[in-house]
Structures are given as C-alpha cells and as structure tokens.
C-alpha cells in the first residue's frame, strides 16, 4: 500500500492510497484522505446481524461513529486516471479487469432517529424531516460537481442502493433537481420503507421522548439529550422517512406505482433508466430482527389477516389458503409460510409495481443465487445475499 496524491482542479491536492492498481480516497474534512472517517450512529452490533442474515462472516473494520463528521464520501479510481477520462461513477476493479473502466464511489448519511427522527418541536427548531434522504442528495449533487476532477463523467452518474438504500434512490426519482442518469434499486423501494404522515411521526417522537425520560424537559435540553441517549431508543421507535412536502411528496399506493398514467414516481428528464430487482428470499431478514415471530406464528398471522380484511373475509381466507396457513398448521410449517407472503407482497410485488408503471426504460432481475454458507437459509437467496456475492 502506497500514497499518491491527486491535484484537484476545484478542492485542491488530496493525498490518497493505492491498492490492487486503484486509488482510493476519502473526504471527511481534511486533504489527508489516506485514512477512513467515521461512520454513521448505527448499533455496534450492527453489521454483526446483517453478517449472520448471510450466515457467513466478512472482513470488517472497527471504525468511529460521528453523527456529522459522518458525512464522508469514499472515491476509487483507476491508477492513471486523469480529469479528462469522464468515466462513469460505478464499480473499479472489476472494470480494470473488464477494460470498460469506472470511478466508483460510496457515500455515507445519517441513520435511524439521526436521519428521520421528526416533529414539530424538531423543525421549529430548525430540524428538517428526512435529513438521511437530505445527506443523500447532497452527496449526490457534490459528486455532481467534483467528479471530473477525478476521472469520473457527472453525466453518467447511476446511483444503486439495496433494501433502505433501494427505497432512498426510488424516493430520488421524484427530485426536480437532476442527480443521476440511472438506478438501481436492489430488494427494496419506497413501498418497501413506506414515508409517514407528520401526524404519525408526532406519536412516535413523544415514544422516543417518553423512552428517554424526557417529557420535562425544554426543547433545548431535549434535542441535546437526543444527541447524547439515542443509542438507548428502543426498537420500536420508528425510523421512517416522513411526507414532507419537500424531498417526499406524498407516499404513493402499489396501484399508484404500477399505473403508468399516474405520474408516480414523478417523470423526470434527467434520467433514462431504472434496474429494479429482489432476492428469492428477502423476508429472511424478519427471521433475524423478530426472532419472537415463529411462536404462535399461524394463529398470530390468522388474526392479523382477518383484522385487517375483516370487510374482504373471502379474500381473507383464500390467501390463508393460498399460503397453506391454518390453526393447527406447526410453527416451523406457518413460519416459512408466512414469510413467503411476507416476501411476495413486500419485495416482488413492489419490484412488479415499479416495473409496469415506468415510463422510461426499466429492467427486471432476480436473484435466486443459493446460500453457500451452513445455516437455516443454506440454499436460498436470501436478504444481503445479494450483496456478498455483488462485492
């Protein structure tokens, strides 16, 4: 591993890092982009837990977390690489390999009650709604107008995410200011991480409040509390993007999405293409996050499926039926049942949904690539699957 130190026409020089005939660089701040900045707030256990939904453990740094000084981007490019390249911001050494060369680059925004914890109290103060999706296009935008200086072509960005990424970049596809040329959204979409009312996201900031034992305190002493104690939210402090009028217009239905004269997503001319696709498997990750789901689970979801059709009881039952889910049916039996409904109507239907109702150029995939790695989901495709084997 060597430094090399790029001259940038609008930033200035920044020394950066070499390896497996890339360079490597990081803004966090500083010119000196030789070592990483920090991460996001996220749980320290988290990248452990999205490593056992693949059954199988990575390489992994220990690395910071700032809830600003988070707002870093890292750039790789082809040793050699010169401004007057005008390669697209995409995967590296792979296009080395391939001869079809690529800048590509990875940025980080702010997270859970960090990036979408909202309420009146929060904007009055001067605390927009949505600020992980705000990071995000800022981010956007800078590599927009730097890019060129390290190779790249800002007129041929494509921007991808997976899961909550995927359902960030479709929420993008609304933006009028022009950010990419095309998308990718891997197992996820704006259906898949649904934006809330301001209404429900004042219910949920007086949960965080009440859970932080705040309720008396003054604005001030909370939002500096909120800095300080919100590793210690519970699980159950919601974390959704909110309708803000702003980044999120409104929060469009499946029907909305798959009817190509709706205007939902809204048409924009700034980009021509979306990939949209889901793992065989992406509600595995249910299995991870709600490990209480299997006990009960047939009757838990008979209940929930005639609560909530209890004006379509026909409909109620031939999905029951449909799904094979009956009282008497074994947990391990309704389990797996029930998570591929889950799977169906939360990943491949919205995949669907967005791929009839496009009215530019859109492509389907799927990815049903077995789990090589011994565990319960060896053999299937399962949630982040996707992305060991991508990267």
């Not at 010119?31 to 920090?38: C, H, M, N, S």
């Not at 299995?287 to 009757?299: D, R, S």
Request: aromatic share 8%; charged share 20%.
């Amino acid at each position: 591993m060597t430094t090399t130190t790029l001259h940038t026409k609008h930033i200035g020089a920044i020394r950066g890092k070499t390896s497996d005939g890339l360079v490597e660089k990081c803004d966090s701040g500083i010119l000196d982009a030789t070592k990483d900045g920090p991460t996001a707030i996220s749980p320290l256990f988290g990248c452990d837990l999205e490593q056992s939904a693949i059954q199988h453990t990575l390489p992994k740094k220990e690395l910071p977390q700032s809830d600003i000084d988070c707002l870093n981007l890292n750039i790789a490019v082809p040793e050699g690489t010169t401004a007057s390249s005008k390669l697209p911001a995409r995967f590296v050494k792979l296009s080395i390999e391939k001869n079809l060369l690529i800048v590509a680059v990875a940025i980080n925004y702010r997270l859970g009650a960090f990036g979408f914890l909202t309420s009146d109290e929060l904007r009055n103060a001067g605390y927009k709604a949505n600020n992980g999706l705000r990071d995000q296009k800022v981010a956007m935008q800078w590599v927009r107008r730097h890019i060129a200086d390290f190779g790249g072509d800002p007129d041929n960005m494509t921007v991808a995410g997976m899961s909550a990424g995927a359902a960030s970049v479709t929420y993008h596809l609304s933006s009028e200011v022009a950010l990419f040329k095309r998308a990718i959204a891997m197992s996820g979409s704006y259906l898949f991480n649904r934006a809330l009312p301001y209404e429900v996201h004042a219910h949920n900031y007086q949960q965080a409040i009440s859970a932080l034992g705040l309720a008396n305190a003054t604005t001030q002493e909370r939002i500096q509390a909120l800095s300080e104690l919100i590793a210690k939210l519970p699980p159950s402090i919601l974390t959704a993007p909110a309708v803000d009028g702003d980044i999120i217009l409104s929060a469009p239905s499946y029907a909305h999405t798959a009817n190509i004269t709706s205007n939902v997503p809204k048409r924009r001319d700034w980009y021509t293409d979306l990939m949209i696709g889901n793992a065989q498997m992406d509600s595995s990750i249910l299995g991870i996050l709600m490990p209480n789901m299997k006990e009960g689970c047939a009757k838990k979801f008979i209940t929930a499926m005639n609560t909530v059709l209890s004006s379509e009881p026909v409909i109620a039952q031939r999905i029951l039926d449909g799904y094979g889910i009956a009282p008497e049916t074994p947990d391990d039996i309704a389990l797996s049942a029930v998570l591929d409904y889950i799977n169906d109507i939360c990943s491949f239907a919205p995949t669907l949904s967005f791929a009839r109702g496009l009215r530019w150029n859109a492509y389907v995939y799927y990815f049903n690539e077995g789990n090589p790695w011994d565990g319960p989901w060896k053999g299937r495709a399962t949630h982040i699957l996707d992305q060991a084997y991508l990267f």
